[in-house]
Nanobody, 116 residues
Framework: QVQLVESGGGLVQPGGSLRLSCAASGSRFSISPMAMGWYRQAPGKQRELVAIVGSGGGPNYAASVKGRFTISRDNAKMTVVLQMNSLKPDDTAVYYC????????WGQGTQVTVSS
């Protein structure tokens, strides 16, 4: 069983930065081969992929965040981090950590609010 615990959300002004962290617990042998990523869901909208990184491959980003967000993972620590810069009001959402894709494991979500 894999459990994911997120931290780092909050309220930030437009143009500001936030760093989201996710720690996974469970079998390293199960988690390490899986993709790790972040999704988000804004009110009234579907959950969407923000960024994802494979076990040994390069990251992929949604077009809306490319150049502003950076995802990184540490397989030894079983963590995945999303550094978010130049935040916009449209980035406001609940952000979810994910391991293993949409049919995989999910964190409880952390609120990110971008507002002046």
């Amino acid at each position: 069983q894999v459990q994911l615990v997120e931290s780092g959300g909050g309220l930030v002004q437009p143009g500001g930065s936030l760093r989201l962290s996710c720690a996974a617990s469970g079998s390293r042998f199960s988690i390490s081969p899986m993709a790790m990523g972040w999704y988000r869901q804004a009110p009234g909208k579907q959950r969407e992929l923000v960024a994802i990184v494979g076990s040994g491959g390069g990251p992929n980003y949604a077009a809306s965040v490319k150049g502003r967000f950076t995802i990184s993972r540490d397989n030894a620590k079983m963590t995945v981090v999303l550094q978010m810069n130049s935040l916009k009001p449209d980035d406001t959402a609940v952000y979810y950590c994910n391991v293993g894709g949409r049919v995989g494991y999910w964190g409880q979500g952390t609120q990110v609010t971008v507002s002046s």
